[in-house]
């Protein structure tokens, strides 16, 4: 691989866009395909079979050629209610786990840039901050604060949205009042039963870091359900 | 669509390797049958040292992928396909104790 292909694909990284690196086995030329980069004349034969695995996403060799496709696509984005111990650790674990996190809170004692090094977070009431923020099916949303009045605006936008995990923390019996209160809003029985509440799966630890643990496996659990 | 978008960074750390001017090859599993332990599109580098970060196997082959990346830089070549069956010749050699097999795509960055 040339230095300036590899340094074209960490730019389309950084700027997170999605694209595909196709390899030549045969002669180790790399060519990078996406819809800012048409493929080159030389590769015009294989388009139709190189397109269904690029929208696919389907890493292989291509039937019958030399061609090897590599695809990146952009990773599921978690937005996270509350800035709280539990999400600092949720973040360490996301970044292995390759989940871009974004933290709301209108709280700003919550919010320093120490508590949070590597993550985006907004520093405004979830009904203020998702106004500028579609949620998509490639989205996930948990709410941590157990504040009614914070985590409740974001599960009401959440629910009207595509994505596809929410999640609440709190216990069967605050999660039974957060359903009571949503209903009242005029969210239906399918929509409630949608909210992973109480939040994770069942490990049994109390600490921040294994709750933090419960919610990413059950999040990991939910990936590969789809 | 039914899998995040997992990506270890090893493209990012070739070229932090590249910048530190070191020789770099860069290994991706490109086939595989039966049961591996790491999908196709997996990688790792390796410089001239034998460093190496990511792999291309759960430690089956990793050693024998490093010397064949250490023979690449010492010699004219810009590639090489490697590939790797179940081993029974020799309880030390190389291979996949799991049974499956793997085709790993060696390539120089230069």
């Given at each position: 691989?040339?230095?300036?292909?590899?340094?074209?694909?960490?730019?389309?990284?950084?700027?997170?866009?999605?694209?595909?690196?196709?390899?030549?086995?045969?002669?180790?030329?790399?060519?990078?395909?996406?819809?800012?980069?048409?493929?080159?004349?030389?590769?015009?034969?294989?388009?139709?079979?190189?397109?269904?695995?690029?929208?696919?996403?389907?890493?292989?060799?291509i039937a019958?050629?030399?061609?090897?496709?590599?695809?990146?696509?952009?990773?599921?984005?978690?937005?996270?209610?509350?800035?709280?111990?539990?999400?600092?650790?949720?973040?360490?674990?996301?970044?292995?786990?390759?989940?871009?996190?974004?933290?709301?809170?209108?709280?700003?004692?919550f919010t320093?840039?120490?508590?949070?090094?590597?993550?985006?977070?907004?520093?405004?009431?979830?009904?203020?901050?998702?106004?500028?923020?579609?949620?998509?099916?490639?989205?996930?949303?948990?709410?941590?604060?157990?504040?009614?009045?914070?985590?409740?605006?974001?599960?009401?936008?959440?629910?009207?949205?595509?994505?596809?995990?929410?999640?609440?923390?709190?216990?069967?019996?605050?999660?039974?009042?957060?359903?009571?209160?949503?209903?009242?809003?005029?969210?239906?029985?399918?929509?409630?039963?949608?909210?992973?509440?109480?939040?994770?799966?069942?490990?049994?630890?109390?600490?921040?870091?294994?709750?933090?643990?419960?919610?990413?496996?059950?999040?990991?659990?939910?990936?590969?359900?789809? | 669509?039914?899998?995040?978008?997992?990506?270890?960074?090893?493209?990012?750390?070739?070229?932090?390797?590249?910048?530190?001017?070191?020789?770099?090859?860069?290994?991706?599993?490109?086939?595989?049958?039966?049961?591996?332990?790491?999908?196709?599109?997996?990688?790792?580098?390796?410089?001239?040292?034998?460093?190496?970060?990511?792999?291309?196997?759960?430690?089956?082959?990793?050693?024998?992928?490093?010397?064949?990346?250490?023979?690449?830089?010492?010699?004219?070549?810009?590639?090489?396909?490697?590939?790797?069956?179940?081993?029974?010749?020799?309880?030390?050699?190389?291979?996949?104790?799991?049974g499956g097999?793997?085709?790993?795509?060696?390539?120089?960055?230069?």
């Amino acid at each position: 691989m040339q230095p300036i292909i590899l340094k074209e694909v960490l730019r389309l990284k950084k700027e997170k866009k999605e694209f595909s690196i196709i390899t030549d086995i045969n002669n180790a030329a790399n060519y990078i395909y996406s819809p800012q980069h048409p493929l080159p004349t030389i590769l015009e034969p294989y388009a139709a079979a190189i397109k269904t695995a690029a929208v696919k996403r389907t890493n292989g060799m291509i039937a019958e050629t030399s061609l090897f496709i590599d695809n990146y696509h952009l990773p599921i984005k978690v937005f996270i209610v509350g800035a709280v111990h539990i999400a600092q650790y949720f973040c360490d674990f996301a970044r292995h786990l390759n989940f871009e996190t974004i933290i709301i809170d209108p709280r700003g004692y919550f919010t320093s840039k120490q508590r949070f090094p590597e993550t985006k977070v907004i520093n405004k009431w979830p009904g203020e901050a998702f106004l500028e923020l579609p949620l998509h099916a490639n989205d996930a949303l948990i709410a941590l604060t157990h504040d009614p009045k914070i985590d409740d605006p974001a599960l009401s936008h959440a629910l009207t949205q595509q994505c596809f995990y929410i999640g609440a923390l709190g216990s069967k019996k605050s999660h039974a009042s957060r359903c009571q209160r949503l209903q009242a809003l005029g969210f239906t029985g399918a929509a409630l039963n949608s909210i992973h509440g109480p939040i994770g799966i069942k490990l049994g630890g109390r600490a921040a870091p294994e709750i933090a643990l419960s919610i990413i496996a059950q999040l990991v659990t939910e990936v590969y359900k789809r | 669509m039914n899998q995040n978008a997992f990506d270890e960074k090893i493209l990012e750390e070739a070229w932090t390797w590249l910048e530190a001017k070191q020789s770099v090859v860069l290994a991706t599993v490109i086939e595989t049958w039966g049961s591996s332990p790491r999908p196709v599109g997996s990688r790792m580098i390796i410089n001239q040292n034998g460093d190496f970060s990511g792999s291309v196997s759960g430690g089956c082959v990793e050693s024998a992928v490093i010397s064949e990346c250490i023979e690449l830089l010492n010699n004219q070549q810009t590639h090489k396909k490697l590939e790797f069956k179940v081993s029974n010749e020799s309880a030390w050699g190389v291979g996949l104790a799991c049974g499956g097999e793997i085709a790993v795509y060696l390539e120089k960055i230069h």
